[in-house]
C-alpha cells in the first residue's frame, strides 16, 4: 500500500480543462497500484469517479465524467493523471486520489488505506 498526494486543482471556466496529479508521497513508482480518484462536492458524499489498474486499457469512468475525463500513467510510472476536459460547474469538488483495492470492467475498489484522504486539490468551475 502507498500514500499518495493530489496536486493540479484550479478554478476554470466552464469549457475549459485542468490536468490532476497523483505521486507517492516518498516519491516511490506507482507502477504496482490501482490509483482511484473520487471527489466531494460540497454538501455531498465523497464519491469515486474513475481508476486505473496495470495496463493502459483498464480503465474506469464513472458515467458523469465518461468522455470529458481521462486517467492515465506518465510513461516513468511515478504519476497517474486525471485530465479533465469540458469542465462543468458540477465538476466543483475537491478531488482525492487514493490506491484501490481492484479494478473491474464496472468499478473500482475502495481505498486500501483506513484513512487514504488527505487535503485533496480544488477545482471549481464558473463563469
Known amino acids: 500500500q502507498v500514500q499518495v498526494v493530489e496536486t493540479g486543482g484550479g478554478s476554470v471556466q466552464p469549457g475549459g480543462s485542468l490536468r490532476l496529479s497523483c505521486a507517492a508521497s516518498?516519491?516511490?513508482?506507482?507502477?504496482?497500484?490501482?490509483i482511484g480518484w473520487f471527489r466531494q462536492a460540497p454538501g455531498k458524499e465523497r464519491e469515486g469517479i474513475s481508476c486505473?489498474?496495470?495496463?493502459?486499457?483498464?480503465?474506469y469512468y464513472e458515467e458523469s465524467v465518461k468522455g470529458r475525463f481521462t486517467i492515465s500513467r506518465d510513461p516513468t510510472k511515478m504519476v497517474v493523471y486525471l485530465q479533465m476536459n469540458n469542465l462543468k460547474p458540477e465538476d466543483t469538488a475537491v478531488y482525492y486520489c487514493?490506491?484501490?483495492?481492484?479494478?473491474?470492467?464496472?468499478?473500482?475498489?475502495?481505498?486500501?488505506?483506513?484513512?487514504?484522504w488527505g487535503q485533496g486539490t480544488q477545482v471549481t468551475v464558473s463563469t
Open positions: 516518498d516519491g516511490s513508482s506507482l507502477e504496482t497500484y490501482i
Open positions: 487514493a490506491e484501490v483495492a481492484y479494478y473491474a470492467y464496472d468499478g473500482c475498489g475502495a481505498p486500501r488505506l483506513s484513512n487514504p
Open positions: 486505473i489498474g496495470y495496463s493502459a486499457t483498464r480503465t
